[in-house]
Every structure is written in C-alpha cells, then in structure tokens.
C-alpha cells in the first residue's frame, strides 16, 4: 500500500481517535491551568487532552490530507487539543498549496477565528497563514482584526506581521502596535513587545526609533519584551526613564 492510499483511507474519526489515545489526564490538569481555564480567565471552559505540541504536529503531518469540512468538526469544539492539531493542519496545507488554494485557506481561516481562542492557537499559525499570505499583497484585514474587539484577533493581527519582519518590512508592526499601545490585557502587552523584539533583531534603529517615541507610554512589559535583547545598562535606562 503506498503512502497517498494509506492517507486516503485514513479518517477524521482516526485522527480523534489517535489524539485521544495518547492523552495524559494528568499533563491535561497542568494544561488547564498554565492556560488560564478558571472561570473569568482568558481560557475559560478550554479542555485539554493532555497532548504536547511535538505529538500533535506528528499526527497533523499524517493526516495533512483532511478536507475543510474535517477540520471544521475538530476547530468546533472545546478541546483545545482537536483545535491545535486542526491549525497545524492548516498550516501545513497552505505551505504546499497553489495560490487558489491558499486563498481558500485564508478565507477558511479568516471565517474560523471564533474558535482560534488562545494564545498559542494564535501564535502557531497566524503568520504561518495570514504573514505569508499577506507578504505582497493588501494588508488592511490586519487593522480590521487589530480593532476588532476580540482579544483573539487582536493578537492574530500583531503576530501576523512577524513573516513581515523576516523580509524587513516593519511599517505594518509599527503601525499595529501603536494602535494597540494602551490596551488593557497583558497577553497583547507580551505579543507587540515580542513583536517589537523581533524587529529590533533585524534593525535596531528602527526600534529605537520607536521607543524614543512611545516607551513612555508603553505598558512595563510591553516594553520589557521590546528591549529583552539589549545590553542590560540600555535595558534600565529604558525602564527607569
């Protein structure tokens, strides 16, 4: 039996019952707790298999073959797990695809970002996704979802941008993170700091360029993140300034 006969036969029904083959109740309490589950947390009502991120990229690279409509069903629930593994899944077909297709991942994805509700759901694809998609063409769905309500979008709209640093182009960070410079939640702080960091690595100046501007204004660990590589005297005189 060769390979694309092996994957044809194997099933959405295969996948979920692999992922719950290998799930650990006890490593599923520590992910319930490191990502913010209690009531009026972040993650409230997330449920966790207890299934680390290697094993899920093991089993979305098996069934990389599974069609929209599969993945629908694993991203429409509350096991985080099925939503994870369903993402990687995304993110490997839009790495092989044709332009035709990648448009249709895009919009799938776009349409499916009620349910890409935690941080490293947001983090492990987005840029994978929507960065590379984006790279030459119009960026203004990235200002959509960076002043849309939903913290979720928000952060897709930041992270986004980190393929955008890897060719230089920072304008789209800059611009993002300045929409988002006063938001309330630290989850957006750590993420345009990161960003910020990443830009920093590939041009300094154009960071500092932006620091001398909006540090002051910048919440602690926004600005934390943004300097975390500088030499530790640059580094307080940022934070004492």
């Not at 990389?64 to 985080?80: G, S």
């Amino acid at each position: 039996m060769n390979e694309n006969t092996r994957q044809i036969m194997l099933t959405r029904a295969d996948l979920k019952n692999e992922l719950d083959a290998i799930a650990s109740p006890t490593k599923a309490i520590e992910l319930a707790r490191f990502f913010k589950t209690g009531k009026g947390e972040y993650g409230e009502g997330d449920r966790f298999l207890g299934i680390n991120v290697p094993e899920q990229r093991k089993l979305a690279k098996k069934f990389v073959h599974l069609n929209f409509e599969d993945l629908e069903q694993f991203l429409q629930t509350d096991i985080h797990e099925y939503r994870l593994t369903a993402l990687l899944i995304l993110t490997y077909q839009f790495a092989k695809a044709d332009a035709t297709t990648r448009e249709e991942i895009v919009a799938f994805y776009l349409d499916r970002t009620k349910w890409i509700n935690n941080w490293d759901l947001v983090d492990v694809s987005c840029y994978r996704i929507l960065g590379v998609h984006l790279l030459h063409q119009d960026r203004s769905v990235l200002y959509q979802l960076a002043r849309s309500p939903n913290l979720w979008e928000q952060r897709i709209a930041i992270i986004s941008t980190l393929e955008f640093i890897k060719h230089q182009q920072f304008e789209d960070t800059l611009k993002i993170a300045i929409i988002l410079l006063n938001h309330p939640h630290d989850l957006i702080h750590k993420a345009v700091g990161w960003m910020l960091r990443e830009v920093g690595k590939q041009d300094r100046q154009v960071l500092v360029g932006f620091l001398d501007i909006y540090y002051q204004q910048m919440p602690r660990t926004m600005l934390r993140y943004a300097i975390e590589h500088f030499e530790e005297p640059v580094r307080k005189a940022y934070l004492k300034r």
